[in-house]
C-alpha cells in the first residue's frame, strides 16, 4: 500500500477548482488543403466610371524626325476622387487615392485603356491617324486625385 505524501493531495478552494476546469489546448491533427487569400482589384465598373469622368488634355505637334512624319505629345488624365463620391462607396480620399494609383499601375486592362486613349488622343491632335504609338506612363497621386501621364511618340504613314 502507498501512502499519499500531503502535497499529492489537492488543496481545498475555489482558486484550485477552477484550475481543474479548464480544458487543455486542442492539437492541430488537419490541415486545409486549399490556401486562402483576399486579393484587391479594381472592378470593371469603377474602370468604366474613371476613365468616363477623368478630365483628359492632350497636347502635341507632328515633325519630322529622321526623314519620318513623326508625333510628339502628352496626354494627362486627372481623376478627382472627391467628386465621384456620390457614386462611390469608398471613401475618396488621399489614402484611396494612393491605394487607387497603385492598382492603376499594375492592371493591365488599364494599360490597355491608356494606349487606347493615347491613340485616339494622338489622331486627334495630329489630324491623321498614326500607324505606331509609343507611350510611356506614369501614374501619381496627390491629396485625393490621381494624374495619369501619358509622353507619346507615333509615326504616321
Known amino acids: 500500500m502507498t501512502k499519499k505524501k500531503p ?6 478552494g475555489p482558486a484550485q477548482g477552477a484550475k481543474m476546469s479548464k480544458k487543455p489546448m486542442a492539437r492541430a491533427v488537419r490541415i ?29 505637334q507632328r515633325a519630322m524626325r529622321g526623314g519620318h512624319d513623326s508625333y510628339f505629345g502628352s496626354t494627362m488624365l486627372t481623376v478627382d476622387l472627391p467628386s465621384l463620391s456620390a457614386l462611390l462607396s469608398d471613401a475618396c480620399d488621399a489614402g484611396t487615392a494612393r491605394r487607387l494609383a497603385t492598382l492603376l499601375e499594375s492592371d493591365p486592362d ?17 489630324g491623321a491617324h498614326p500607324r505606331q504609338v509609343g507611350t510611356h506612363v506614369t501614374i501619381r497621386s496627390q491629396g485625393a486625385k490621381v494624374f495619369i501621364d501619358v509622353d507619346v511618340e507615333a509615326v504616321f504613314g
Do not use: C, H, K, Y
Open 110 to 126: 488599364v494599360a490597355r485603356r491608356v494606349q487606347r486613349l493615347a491613340e485616339s488622343e494622338t489622331a486627334r491632335v495630329a
Open 32 to 60: 486545409a488543403l486549399f490556401q486562402r487569400e483576399i486579393r484587391v482589384r479594381l472592378s470593371p465598373a469603377a474602370l468604366d466610371l474613371l476613365f468616363a469622368r477623368a478630365d483628359v488634355i492632350s497636347e502635341g
Open 7 to 12: 502535497s499529492d493531495e489537492p488543496a481545498a
